[in-house]
Protein backbone atom coordinates (compact mmCIF):
# COMPACT_ATOMS: atom_id res chain seq x y z
CA UNK A 1 0.00 0.00 0.00
CA UNK A 2 0.81 3.76 -0.85
CA UNK A 3 0.99 5.24 2.41
CA UNK A 4 -0.60 9.28 1.40
CA UNK A 5 -0.61 12.56 2.92
CA UNK A 6 -2.82 15.06 1.66
CA UNK A 7 -2.97 18.80 2.31
CA UNK A 8 -4.72 21.67 0.97
CA UNK A 9 -5.36 24.86 2.91
CA UNK A 10 -8.88 24.70 0.99
CA UNK A 11 -11.36 21.98 2.73
CA UNK A 12 -13.87 21.60 -0.23
CA UNK A 13 -10.35 20.96 -2.36
CA UNK A 14 -9.11 18.15 0.07
CA UNK A 15 -12.25 16.42 0.61
CA UNK A 16 -12.83 16.41 -2.97
CA UNK A 17 -9.08 14.21 -3.42
CA UNK A 18 -9.64 12.32 -0.79
CA UNK A 19 -13.37 11.04 -2.59
CA UNK A 20 -11.31 10.70 -6.09
CA UNK A 21 -8.05 8.70 -4.64
CA UNK A 22 -10.19 6.41 -2.00
CA UNK A 23 -11.07 4.57 -5.46
CA UNK A 24 -7.25 3.49 -6.14
CA UNK A 25 -7.03 -0.09 -3.84
CA UNK A 26 -3.23 0.70 -3.71
CA UNK A 27 -3.67 4.47 -2.62
CA UNK A 28 -3.73 4.33 1.73
CA UNK A 29 -4.74 7.44 2.84
CA UNK A 30 -2.96 8.24 6.21
CA UNK A 31 -3.81 12.32 7.04
CA UNK A 32 -5.49 14.62 5.16
CA UNK A 33 -4.52 18.25 6.44
CA UNK A 34 -5.46 21.78 5.72
CA UNK A 35 -1.90 23.10 8.02
CA UNK A 36 1.30 21.69 6.57
CA UNK A 37 3.38 22.38 9.51
CA UNK A 38 1.59 19.64 11.17
CA UNK A 39 2.92 17.15 9.22
CA UNK A 40 6.49 17.43 9.44
CA UNK A 41 6.79 15.24 12.69
CA UNK A 42 4.38 12.81 11.80
CA UNK A 43 6.34 11.86 9.02
CA UNK A 44 9.59 11.48 11.27
CA UNK A 45 7.90 8.98 13.09
CA UNK A 46 5.55 7.06 10.61
CA UNK A 47 6.41 6.03 7.19
CA UNK A 48 4.74 8.15 4.05
CA UNK A 49 5.14 7.60 0.64
CA UNK A 50 3.31 10.20 -0.98
CA UNK A 51 2.32 14.10 -0.52
CA UNK A 52 -0.28 15.31 -2.58
CA UNK A 53 0.22 18.66 -1.87
CA UNK A 54 -1.07 22.11 -2.45
CA UNK A 55 1.05 24.72 -3.97
CA UNK A 56 -0.46 27.88 -2.93
CA UNK A 57 -0.88 27.98 0.71
CA UNK A 58 -0.70 30.79 2.88
CA UNK A 59 1.57 29.83 6.52
CA UNK A 60 4.04 27.87 3.59
CA UNK A 61 4.22 27.70 0.11
CA UNK A 62 4.42 24.25 -1.21
CA UNK A 63 7.76 24.16 -3.10
CA UNK A 64 8.68 25.12 0.55
CA UNK A 65 6.95 22.03 2.37
CA UNK A 66 8.12 19.69 -0.35
CA UNK A 67 11.62 20.89 0.11
CA UNK A 68 11.85 20.18 4.24
CA UNK A 69 9.92 16.93 3.48
CA UNK A 70 12.57 15.78 1.26
CA UNK A 71 15.21 16.61 3.72
CA UNK A 72 13.07 14.32 6.01
CA UNK A 73 12.85 11.48 3.37
CA UNK A 74 14.42 11.75 0.23
CA UNK A 75 12.29 8.90 -1.32
CA UNK A 76 9.09 10.40 -0.62
CA UNK A 77 7.12 11.04 -3.74
CA UNK A 78 5.18 14.60 -4.34
CA UNK A 79 2.27 15.19 -6.28
CA UNK A 80 2.20 19.17 -6.08
CA UNK A 81 -1.48 20.13 -7.02
CA UNK A 82 -2.73 23.89 -7.96
CA UNK A 83 -4.56 25.85 -9.71
CA UNK A 84 -1.99 28.30 -11.48
CA UNK A 85 0.32 27.33 -14.28
CA UNK A 86 2.44 29.49 -12.85
CA UNK A 87 4.58 26.96 -10.54
CA UNK A 88 5.43 24.43 -13.07
CA UNK A 89 8.91 25.11 -13.02
CA UNK A 90 9.71 25.16 -9.83
CA UNK A 91 7.42 22.26 -9.04
CA UNK A 92 9.83 19.99 -10.92
CA UNK A 93 13.12 21.82 -9.54
CA UNK A 94 12.10 19.91 -6.56
CA UNK A 95 11.66 16.69 -8.38
CA UNK A 96 8.23 16.42 -8.23
CA UNK A 97 6.01 13.03 -9.35
CA UNK A 98 3.38 14.94 -10.83
CA UNK A 99 1.90 18.32 -11.11
CA UNK A 100 -2.07 18.47 -11.73
CA UNK A 101 -4.51 20.89 -12.23
CA UNK A 102 -7.01 22.38 -10.08
CA UNK A 103 -10.08 21.12 -10.81
CA UNK A 104 -8.39 17.57 -10.71
CA UNK A 105 -10.38 15.07 -13.00
CA UNK A 106 -10.49 11.30 -12.71
CA UNK A 107 -9.05 10.84 -16.16
CA UNK A 108 -5.83 13.16 -15.41
CA UNK A 109 -5.41 11.32 -11.95
CA UNK A 110 -5.58 7.80 -13.09
CA UNK A 111 -2.05 9.12 -15.14
CA UNK A 112 -0.76 10.57 -11.90
CA UNK A 113 -1.28 7.18 -10.15
CA UNK A 114 0.04 4.68 -12.62
CA UNK A 115 3.35 7.18 -12.74
CA UNK A 116 3.38 7.22 -8.50
CA UNK A 117 2.82 3.08 -8.37
CA UNK A 118 5.54 2.57 -11.02
CA UNK A 119 8.44 4.79 -9.66
CA UNK A 120 7.10 3.55 -5.82
CA UNK A 121 7.90 -0.47 -7.46
CA UNK A 122 11.05 1.14 -8.79
CA UNK A 123 12.12 2.71 -5.02
CA UNK A 124 10.80 -0.82 -3.70
CA UNK A 125 13.25 -2.79 -5.71
CA UNK A 126 16.26 -0.50 -5.68
CA UNK A 127 16.19 0.28 -1.95
CA UNK A 128 18.77 -2.00 -0.47
CA UNK A 129 19.53 -0.35 2.48
CA UNK A 130 15.96 -0.44 3.69
CA UNK A 131 15.34 -1.37 7.28
CA UNK A 132 13.09 -4.25 7.57
CA UNK A 133 11.64 -6.72 10.19
CA UNK A 134 10.44 -9.52 9.11
CA UNK A 135 8.36 -11.72 12.08
CA UNK A 136 6.66 -14.54 9.47
CA UNK A 137 9.07 -17.44 10.05
CA UNK A 138 12.11 -16.64 10.92
CA UNK A 139 12.26 -13.37 12.98
CA UNK A 140 14.89 -10.99 11.44
CA UNK A 141 15.62 -7.43 11.49
CA UNK A 142 18.30 -6.20 8.76
CA UNK A 143 19.60 -3.75 6.53
CA UNK A 144 19.45 -4.64 3.09
CA UNK A 145 21.22 -8.11 3.13
CA UNK A 146 22.79 -7.61 6.52
CA UNK A 147 21.14 -9.59 9.28
CA UNK A 148 21.94 -8.66 12.89
CA UNK A 149 22.88 -11.96 14.69
CA UNK A 150 21.89 -11.57 18.78
CA UNK A 151 23.99 -12.15 21.31
CA UNK A 152 21.97 -14.23 23.30
CA UNK A 153 18.39 -16.53 22.57
CA UNK A 154 17.02 -13.73 25.20
CA UNK A 155 18.21 -10.40 23.57
CA UNK A 156 16.63 -12.25 20.34
CA UNK A 157 13.11 -12.94 22.37
CA UNK A 158 13.44 -9.10 24.09
CA UNK A 159 13.71 -7.49 21.17
CA UNK A 160 11.07 -9.67 19.72
CA UNK A 161 8.93 -9.12 22.16
CA UNK A 162 9.04 -5.31 21.87
CA UNK A 163 8.40 -5.89 18.63
CA UNK A 164 5.11 -7.84 19.34
CA UNK A 165 3.88 -4.66 21.53
CA UNK A 166 3.92 -2.48 18.18
CA UNK A 167 5.96 0.26 19.10
CA UNK A 168 3.89 0.84 22.67
CA UNK A 169 5.86 1.45 25.71
CA UNK A 170 6.04 -1.69 27.55
CA UNK A 171 6.88 -1.98 31.87
CA UNK A 172 10.06 -3.49 32.99
CA UNK A 173 8.09 -5.91 35.14
CA UNK A 174 5.74 -6.95 32.59
CA UNK A 175 8.84 -8.01 30.34
CA UNK A 176 10.43 -9.09 33.15
CA UNK A 177 7.25 -11.78 33.78
CA UNK A 178 7.46 -12.67 30.10
CA UNK A 179 10.69 -13.37 29.84
CA UNK A 180 11.95 -14.72 32.96
CA UNK A 181 9.14 -15.72 35.22
CA UNK A 182 11.52 -17.70 37.46
CA UNK A 183 14.02 -15.37 38.34
CA UNK A 184 13.78 -13.39 41.47
CA UNK A 185 13.48 -9.45 41.22
CA UNK A 186 17.30 -8.57 41.51
CA UNK A 187 18.52 -11.00 38.98
CA UNK A 188 16.13 -10.52 36.24
CA UNK A 189 16.49 -6.97 36.17
CA UNK A 190 20.49 -7.55 36.21
CA UNK A 191 19.69 -9.77 33.33
CA UNK A 192 17.28 -7.24 31.54
CA UNK A 193 19.71 -4.77 31.33
CA UNK A 194 22.76 -6.87 29.77
CA UNK A 195 20.32 -7.75 27.06
CA UNK A 196 18.74 -4.24 26.62
CA UNK A 197 23.00 -3.71 26.34
CA UNK A 198 23.12 -6.40 23.68
CA UNK A 199 19.95 -5.22 21.68
CA UNK A 200 21.17 -2.18 21.49
CA UNK A 201 24.92 -2.92 20.34
CA UNK A 202 23.20 -5.18 17.44
CA UNK A 203 21.29 -2.55 16.58
CA UNK A 204 23.81 -0.02 16.44
CA UNK A 205 25.27 -2.42 13.12
CA UNK A 206 22.64 -1.24 11.17
CA UNK A 207 22.48 2.52 12.42
CA UNK A 208 19.15 1.80 14.75
CA UNK A 209 20.27 1.42 18.34
CA UNK A 210 18.31 4.92 19.07
CA UNK A 211 15.32 3.56 18.31
CA UNK A 212 14.99 1.38 21.78
CA UNK A 213 13.67 4.40 23.92
CA UNK A 214 13.21 4.26 27.88
CA UNK A 215 10.99 6.40 29.87
CA UNK A 216 9.77 5.96 33.42
CA UNK A 217 10.33 2.12 33.62
CA UNK A 218 9.22 1.40 30.22
CA UNK A 219 10.64 0.71 27.34
CA UNK A 220 9.94 0.49 23.39
CA UNK A 221 11.11 0.26 20.30
CA UNK A 222 10.59 2.33 17.15
CA UNK A 223 8.81 0.69 14.32
CA UNK A 224 7.88 4.01 12.50
CA UNK A 225 10.45 4.59 10.09
CA UNK A 226 10.69 0.77 9.18
CA UNK A 227 9.08 -2.05 7.27
CA UNK A 228 7.37 -4.39 9.27
CA UNK A 229 5.63 -7.90 7.78
CA UNK A 230 3.16 -7.77 10.04
CA UNK A 231 1.77 -3.93 10.42
CA UNK A 232 1.49 -4.28 6.15
CA UNK A 233 -0.21 -8.15 6.92
CA UNK A 234 -2.67 -6.32 9.05
CA UNK A 235 -3.21 -3.20 7.34
CA UNK A 236 -3.48 -5.10 3.83
CA UNK A 237 -5.92 -7.36 5.16
CA UNK A 238 -7.97 -5.42 7.49
CA UNK A 239 -8.70 -3.42 4.56
CA UNK A 240 -10.56 -5.64 1.96
CA UNK A 241 -13.86 -7.11 3.47
CA UNK A 242 -14.58 -8.01 -0.03
CA UNK A 243 -12.43 -9.43 -2.87
CA UNK A 244 -12.37 -7.57 -6.45
CA UNK A 245 -10.99 -7.78 -10.06
CA UNK A 246 -9.33 -4.48 -8.88
CA UNK A 247 -7.69 -5.58 -5.41
CA UNK A 248 -6.76 -9.40 -5.80
CA UNK A 249 -3.19 -8.92 -7.09
CA UNK A 250 -2.31 -6.52 -4.26
CA UNK A 251 -3.63 -9.48 -2.00
CA UNK A 252 -2.04 -11.92 -3.46
CA UNK A 253 1.21 -9.57 -2.95
CA UNK A 254 0.80 -9.19 0.90
CA UNK A 255 -0.19 -13.33 0.89
CA UNK A 256 3.76 -13.48 -0.14
CA UNK A 257 4.70 -11.76 3.48
CA UNK A 258 3.97 -14.94 5.26
CA UNK A 259 6.60 -16.99 5.52
CA UNK A 260 6.14 -19.67 8.22
CA UNK A 261 4.24 -18.95 11.50
CA UNK A 262 4.45 -15.71 13.24
CA UNK A 263 8.11 -16.18 15.30
CA UNK A 264 8.01 -19.34 14.41
CA UNK A 265 10.54 -22.00 15.41
CA UNK A 266 10.72 -20.15 18.56
CA UNK A 267 8.88 -21.55 22.01
CA UNK A 268 7.25 -17.83 23.11
CA UNK A 269 4.34 -18.54 24.95
CA UNK A 270 3.29 -14.90 25.03
CA UNK A 271 3.06 -15.05 21.20
CA UNK A 272 0.58 -17.95 20.92
CA UNK A 273 -2.33 -16.09 20.72
CA UNK A 274 -1.10 -13.69 17.64
CA UNK A 275 0.10 -16.55 16.15
CA UNK A 276 -3.27 -17.86 16.17
CA UNK A 277 -4.55 -15.06 15.13
CA UNK A 278 -2.27 -14.25 12.02
CA UNK A 279 -2.76 -17.92 10.98
CA UNK A 280 -6.63 -17.52 10.89
CA UNK A 281 -6.28 -14.43 8.97
CA UNK A 282 -3.80 -16.15 6.32
CA UNK A 283 -6.31 -19.06 5.65
CA UNK A 284 -9.65 -17.06 5.58
CA UNK A 285 -7.62 -14.64 2.77
CA UNK A 286 -6.74 -18.13 0.77
CA UNK A 287 -10.70 -19.45 0.98
CA UNK A 288 -11.54 -15.96 -0.19
CA UNK A 289 -9.12 -15.47 -3.21
CA UNK A 290 -10.06 -19.11 -4.38
CA UNK A 291 -13.53 -18.61 -3.80
CA UNK A 292 -13.35 -15.36 -5.75
CA UNK A 293 -11.28 -17.35 -8.27
CA UNK A 294 -14.11 -20.37 -8.36
CA UNK A 295 -16.94 -17.03 -8.68
CA UNK A 296 -14.86 -16.35 -12.06
CA UNK A 297 -14.28 -19.43 -13.44
CA UNK A 298 -10.66 -18.87 -12.74
CA UNK A 299 -10.14 -22.50 -11.81
CA UNK A 300 -6.48 -22.82 -12.59
CA UNK A 301 -5.78 -19.83 -9.89
CA UNK A 302 -8.55 -21.52 -7.66
CA UNK A 303 -6.02 -24.57 -7.22
CA UNK A 304 -3.53 -22.82 -5.92
CA UNK A 305 -4.84 -21.35 -3.14
CA UNK A 306 -6.65 -24.18 -2.35
CA UNK A 307 -3.64 -25.83 -2.84
CA UNK A 308 -2.20 -23.83 0.00
CA UNK A 309 -5.14 -24.00 2.61
CA UNK A 310 -4.57 -27.89 2.18
CA UNK A 311 -0.95 -27.81 2.60
CA UNK A 312 -1.12 -25.72 5.61
CA UNK A 313 -4.40 -28.25 7.13
CA UNK A 314 -4.43 -31.15 5.57
CA UNK A 315 -7.26 -32.92 6.84
CA UNK A 316 -10.14 -30.11 6.46
CA UNK A 317 -12.34 -32.58 4.28
CA UNK A 318 -14.44 -28.93 3.19
CA UNK A 319 -11.15 -28.02 1.11
CA UNK A 320 -10.19 -31.48 -0.28
CA UNK A 321 -14.28 -31.03 -1.16
CA UNK A 322 -14.28 -27.91 -2.97
CA UNK A 323 -11.06 -28.84 -5.11
CA UNK A 324 -12.92 -31.93 -6.07
CA UNK A 325 -15.87 -29.91 -7.59
CA UNK A 326 -13.33 -27.77 -9.37
CA UNK A 327 -11.52 -30.59 -11.04
CA UNK A 328 -15.09 -31.92 -12.13
CA UNK A 329 -16.04 -28.09 -13.24
CA UNK A 330 -12.69 -28.35 -15.34
CA UNK A 331 -13.47 -31.61 -16.77
CA UNK A 332 -9.97 -33.09 -15.34
CA UNK A 333 -11.17 -35.95 -13.84
CA UNK A 334 -7.45 -37.89 -14.00
CA UNK A 335 -6.33 -35.41 -10.81
CA UNK A 336 -9.95 -35.98 -9.92
CA UNK A 337 -9.53 -39.25 -9.51
CA UNK A 338 -5.95 -39.32 -8.23
CA UNK A 339 -6.84 -36.23 -5.23
CA UNK A 340 -9.58 -38.35 -4.15
CA UNK A 341 -7.51 -42.11 -3.75
CA UNK A 342 -4.50 -39.66 -2.02
CA UNK A 343 -6.83 -38.12 0.22
CA UNK A 344 -8.37 -41.29 0.89
CA UNK A 345 -5.16 -43.17 2.11
CA UNK A 346 -4.52 -40.40 3.94
CA UNK A 347 -7.22 -39.63 6.13
CA UNK A 348 -7.20 -43.28 6.79
CA UNK A 349 -3.41 -43.86 7.61
CA UNK A 350 -2.96 -40.42 9.65
CA UNK A 351 -6.44 -40.31 11.13
CA UNK A 352 -8.04 -43.81 11.36
CA UNK A 353 -11.27 -42.62 9.37
CA UNK A 354 -13.31 -42.53 6.47
CA UNK A 355 -14.43 -39.75 4.10
CA UNK A 356 -18.26 -38.47 4.75
CA UNK A 357 -21.08 -39.69 2.87
CA UNK A 358 -20.98 -35.94 1.35
CA UNK A 359 -17.59 -36.58 -0.12
CA UNK A 360 -18.03 -40.18 -1.44
CA UNK A 361 -21.49 -38.98 -2.97
CA UNK A 362 -19.00 -36.53 -4.67
CA UNK A 363 -17.05 -38.62 -5.65
CA UNK A 364 -19.56 -40.95 -7.07
CA UNK A 365 -21.18 -38.27 -8.75
CA UNK A 366 -18.07 -37.24 -10.87
CA UNK A 367 -17.49 -40.93 -12.00
CA UNK A 368 -20.96 -40.95 -13.72
CA UNK A 369 -20.05 -37.79 -15.59
CA UNK A 370 -16.80 -39.37 -16.69
CA UNK A 371 -19.01 -42.81 -17.41
CA UNK A 372 -21.96 -40.67 -19.21
CA UNK A 373 -19.38 -38.71 -21.20
CA UNK A 374 -17.60 -41.77 -22.40
Not at 62 to 85: M, P, R, W
Not at 191 to 205: A, D, I, P, W
Not at 207 to 234: V, W
Amino acid sequence: MIKTILIDDERPALNNLERLLKGYDQIEIIGAYTDVTKVFEKIKKEKVHMFFLDIDMPKMKGIDAAKKILEIDSNVQIVFVTAYNDYAVDAFEVEATDYVMKPIMKRRLDKTIERVIKRYKDIENDHEEENKISCFGNFEIRRGQQEIKWRTSKSEEFIAYLVHNRGEFVHKSKIIEALWPDKDEKQATKLLHTNVYYVRNGLKSINLDQAITYSNKMYKFDMGIMFCDIEEFDKTFSSYEVITSKNVDNLKITLHLYKGEYFEGNDYYWAMNEQARFSKMYMNMLMKISDFYIGEDKYSEAIIYLKLIIDKEPYIEDIHRKLLEVYANMEDYINFEKHYRNMTNDFKQELGIELSDMTKELYRNGIGKIKNKD
